[in-house]
Every structure is written in C-alpha cells, then in structure tokens.
C-alpha cells in the first residue's frame, strides 16, 4: 500500500453537521476499501484565491492515508457525483508525517506519535511565553540613564571677543533702526 493525500474545499454554506457528515463520507471511502487514515486536517472556513462557482470561501480538509490503488478512482467519482465539493485533488504522499504533525502541535516530541504530559506541555508553554516577555519587556527601572555632559565653551582670545562685541552693537543697533510701521488692518477693512 502507498501513503497518498487528498484534499478537498467544501461549500461552506451548509450547516457544520453537513460539512462533517461529508468529511466522514470520504473517511468511509477509505477505511471500508482497506485502507488506514494516517492523519487528519480539519483547516476550516479560508478564503478562495479566486471565485470558484461565484464562493469567495471554502471549507478545507485532508487526510494523508495509506490504502492501496483501487480507492483512488472511488475517492474521485464520489468529489465528482458530490456538488458539495468544490475542488479536490488527490497525490502521492513522499513527505515526512512527523514533522507535519510537528508543526501543526509544537508539543508533540519528534519522534513519537505520542502526546506529551500536560505538566510538561504547560512547562514547556510557561517557558515559551516567559522568552516572549523577556524579549518585549521594557529595561528595568534602575538602569541609570546615561548623563548628558554640557560642552564647555572656551573664551575666545581677546581679538576675537573685541571683534564678536562690536558686531553684537552693530547688529542691536541695526535692529532699532529697521522697525518696521505697524499696519492697521481695521482702516483696509474698511476700504475695502
């Protein structure tokens, strides 16, 4: 017997007792024809790539399996005579279920199909979110903050400041002879 995938988007515009019971009907499929479920993905309600018998979305499902050639050409008349599918696809299955499994539950050990303890998963989730914080978390309070240093300003030599006071008095002075006239805006308002 080969392992093989199949997956397929149901119309989601059923109840959920409908969209099991055809779930169901394809594990049937398989199981009676002697064939073994490996594993199964129930992904859910997602949203097509493109409108597909004018549905925006889906309900998608998998099951990777073990059965021997004969289920295949059942498995796909049952998605054709069936309205309720609105994609499948079936294939060979050459990946590793491990790390599939893997990935979809973090808390699986690697090389067991067995769960781990819920005192060990809880420890190993408290750990995962403790790195999280450390991460996040601001610096703590004590710190001290780096000191700003004032600069320290120089005296100029005694050229330089004679030079820097007389253009101080040129530049005052030039400011209190360019006063400008202040304007009233009530005598233009009014001319207008």
């Known amino acids: 017997m080969r392992t093989y995938e199949t997956t397929f988007i149901i119309n989601p515009q059923t109840d959920d007792a409908t969209i099991e019971r055809h779930i169901s009907d394809i594990a049937d499929i398989i199981t009676k024809n002697n064939g073994k479920i490996v594993h199964e993905d129930k992904m ?40 309720m599918y609105i994609r499948n696809l079936t294939v060979r299955f050459d990946g590793k279920l491990e790390e599939i499994i893997q990935q979809e539950n973090p808390f699986v050990k690697p090389n067991a199909n067995k769960f781990v303890s819920d005192k060990e998963a809880l420890k190993a989730k408290t750990e995962v979110e403790t790195k999280k914080e450390e991460k996040t978390s601001p610096p703590p309070e004590n710190r001290e903050e780096p000191v700003q240093e004032t600069p320290v300003v120089e005296p100029l ?10 253009t101080k008095e040129n530049v005052e002075e030039k400011g209190e002879s360019q006063e400008t006239p202040e304007t009233n805006y009530d005598d233009e308002e009014d001319q207008l």
């Open 157 to 166: 030599p005694e050229d330089n400041q004679e030079k820097a006071e007389k």
């Open 44 to 83: 859910g309600t997602r949203r097509l790539a493109y409108p597909i018998q004018k549905l925006t979305q889906g309900y998608y499902a998998s099951f990777i399996f073990e059965a021997p050639r004969e289920v295949l050409p059942l498995l796909d008349r049952h998605y054709k005579l069936n309205e």
